[in-house]
């Protein structure tokens, strides 16, 4: 870096774009390249062969790689394939300050959405993908909850507690008043937004089935990656994006675990970084709280509620919360005692049959029905989970 | 010396007929040599020297001359040992060392064993399927195939120990031996009892629909959740065996060379369990030139348990195809064809995902692993079961406290009452409802046409779905003793049991 905040011109960008396309150059060794010279001049010395002899053993699979059509590619497919994308390099000045003071900053970041958003730290919201419908009720109210209290939601955008954690941030803003469709800006300004920090290239939505919610993140809040447009989701690249979650969070909130996995990576980011983790408690039963669990009793912090995170960002009492309004239908009768079969746990057929007694499995079956069209229940392949809230 | 031409009777095995043979035999002067005419198979040809073996160790002399042996009708295949016996008398015949009575005897005899070394006759497969085209003689086999032979009924079964005796039996010198004693079966034939499922009410549930309805049954769970243990709790359910069908399935049995039970009559409805590593010629029958049957014609009349089904061939499978839609697999080979009975209950059981799943928040498998896993199930396969229920891993509860559930005999009495309701109002069972019979028979009520319309809207149930549950649902209302149109809690109850391989997993 010749100097903090130097303006990079937009050859640099395109020279990043390619020099992270070299095998073997990870975001740290790039970093330690970029502080003694930029992203263009970096390249030309690559290209041109005169590599600092630490990073000679590399030089012949650069080789290979400046060699090949994706290298030779013209400046105008990297243009288009980044398109709106805007890329923030280690010294420019809209690159979050907190995060270039990290121990580990990304090189560069691809950022999709509001860059604004990266100026504060906000609150890490993750956990498992194969999550329970508990898990996935508490992400939810959490990210709804410090959305509300003005805190953005930084989780991964995967499946499960992240796409909870996100949805539940996302509800704060929409639906827009009609009367006032563009929003006014002091209101929307009061509300925190998603953050998404994701493993591959922005324009490689993964996983799929999260593309919808992908995007709503992306106009809502921001998208951010350090990979470049085209990365593929490769494996090694996910414990890497743990670690600038960790980075852009005041707080760390495990809502669902098991006993390993990327959330783990995640805590043990935080905990080198300093950052508190939290961990909401699960069933000791439940697979997807081992590892929640096990947190807990190394001495995370408790988030029984989303109070108790908002109670260690020192927000506590700001404003009333505005309880979600219960909108479903109030099961009565038959249909309320049956849904007061239900606890945390996921029942199968069965045992809900049995705990009925002496309603027949019909009646059962017809209960279970109105319960889920009515959004109390959640059938998947013979087992019913209670919803608790909707979002 | 003059020729000499001899003929004598037999039978062969095609798929699981029998087809009448006649073995001709002709000596004549000239270089010595043994040639055998008429489409043997190998086994068959090798009858040459089996039988030169027992007619010399017998005290018969070998004649030194040309022998030909025809087997007519020449144009079809034939196969295995049992025509051994049948070859040595004719060229004993045709060489003129049987006397004038034995020929005379051996016109009303037809003989189907196979010869040892030494001259003894040696029980065969397939007995039953050729005795049964033998009827108007007199059948002569070993004594092990005594009980099979008289199952079908030919004119006397009489049994020999060895070809020099049989002659002498032929003959009148010594008299026939006594049949073997029947065998009787001392134990009852065992089909484990549905009391010993603990807990398991949906999969219960399922087998008794299944049975009832005549639906093809699914189960879908972890490994240890006693898919197997279930499945072959199956044919106590089903009806048992009339004597056609009886019959029709020993000789599937004894065609296929397995073993039969001890009466040699199989009454109860047969349980196939084929590994998943089988070929497609086991499951569908051929292979040999005597067409033998396959593992659907094993199953007929009873279950064909297919476990792991997502590791089956996909060829398997898809040959499975014609068996269920018309009852019977047609197998076709160069130069022979046989139409093998093959009507059966499926059972596939397989785990929800290749992880093998567990309660929601426990399967460990990508997004990834579970697309492949859905794409080893093809569609049109799995649209062939209707009943799909969820086995669930027992917890201590169900292992150690839950009263025992109701015991075969109880289930299989309701699913008789079922069964003959189907059979009365409509002719088939209700699993092979389809299209306007399904509307005629199997209408449903105002408030279960709303259920069905909200699970079609939403996305959680197709078209063909929706047969299916209904189908199902009619079996649940005959059950529950609900004739006419099917009301909304059955529908429920159908839908609430369904399972799926692999669900897609939440955002």
Sequence with gaps: MTSPHRFAHESDHLAVVRLLELPGLGPRRLLSMMREASPGDLLRRVESGRVPRRYAEFSRAWSATLASDLHRRPDDEIRDRLGDTRVLLVDDPDYPEHLRRDVDPPPALFVRGDVERLRRPGVAVVGTRHATEYGRAAASEIGRRLATADVDVVSGLALGIDAAAHRGALAVRSPVDPLDERGDPAVVRRSG??????????????????????????????????????????????????????????????????ASGGSMITVDEALKRG?????????????????????????????????DVLAVLGLASIGADPMMRELRVVPRDFDAAVLSVFAHDPLDLDRIVAACAPMTLGEVALSLGRLESWGWLRHTSGWFERVTITT | MEDMVASIRTASVIGTHGAPVVVECHIATGLPGFSILGRPDDVCREARDRVRAAVMSSGFTWPSRRITINLAPSTSRKVGSGLDVAIALAILAADEQLDDSILRAVDDHAFVAELSLDGGLRPVAGVSPMAATLRDRIVVVASDNYEECRLVEPRHTRVACDLRGLVAHLAGLIPWPDPPDPRVDTTDVSVPDLVDVRGQNAARLGLELAAAGGHHLLLVGPPGSGKTM??????????????????????????????????????????????????????????????????????????????????????????????????????????????????????????????????????????????????????????????????????????????????????????????????????????????????????????????????????????????????????????????????????????????????????
């Design chain 2, 230 to 507: 279930l499945a072959q709790r199956l044919p106590g359910l089903l009806p048992r065996l009339d004597a056609d069908a009886s019959l029709e399935a020993t000789m599937i049995r004894s065609a296929a060379g397995e073993p039969l039970p001890r009466s040699g009559l199989l009454t109860v409805p047969p349980i196939r369990m084929p590994h998943h590593s089988m070929s497609l010629v086991a499951m569908v029958g051929g292979g040999s030139s005597a067409l033998r049957p396959g593992e659907v014609s094993l199953a007929h009349g009873g279950v064909l348990f297919l476990d792991e089904l997502g590791e089956f061939a996909p060829s398997a499978l898809d040959a499975l195809r014609q068996p269920l839609e018309e009852g019977v697999v047609r197998l076709s080979r160069a130069h022979s064809t046989a139409v093998l009975p093959a009507r059966f209950t499926l059972v596939g059981a397989t785990n929800p995902c290749p992880c093998g799943g567990g309660p929601p928040g426990s399967c460990e498998c990508d997004e990834a692993a579970l697309a492949k896993y859905r794409r080893r199930f093809s569609g049109p396969l799995l649209d062939r079961f209707d009943v799909r229920v969820v086995a669930h891993r027992p917890g201590a509860d169900e292992l150690l406290g839950t009263p025992n559930g109701e015991c075969t005999a109880v289930v299989h009495a309701r699913v008789m009452t079922v069964r003959a309701i189907a059979l009365e109002r409509q002719g088939v069972l209700n699993g092979r409802l389809t299209g306007p019979d399904l509307d005629r028979h199997a209408a449903v009520s105002t408030d279960g046409t709303r259920l069905l319309r909200t699970e079609l809207e939403t996305g959680r149930l197709t078209g063909r779905g929706l047969h299916r549950i209904r189908r199902v649902a009619r079996t649940l209302a005959d059950r529950d003793g609900e004739h006419e149109e099917i009301p909304a809690h059955h529908v429920a109850a159908a839908l609430a049991l369904r399972a799926r391989i692999a669900s897609h997993r939440r955002g």
């Design chain 1, 193 to 258: 937004a998603p953050v998404g920090v994701v493993a591959s290239g922005l324009d490689v939505v993964y996983p799929r089935a999260n593309g919808g919610l992908w995007r709503a993140v992306a106009d809502a809040g921001v998208v951010i990656s350090e990979a470049p447009p085209g990365t593929p989701p490769d494996r090694f690249r996910f414990p890497l994006r743990n670690r600038i979650i960790a980075a852009l969070a005041r707080v760390v909130v495990v809502v669902e675990s098991r």
């Design chain 1, 275 to 307: 950052v508190p983790v939290m961990a909401v408690p699960g069933a000791t039963t439940t697979r997807a709280s081992e590892g929640t669990n096990r947190l807990l009793r190394d001495g995370a912090m408790v988030a029984t509620s989303p109070d």
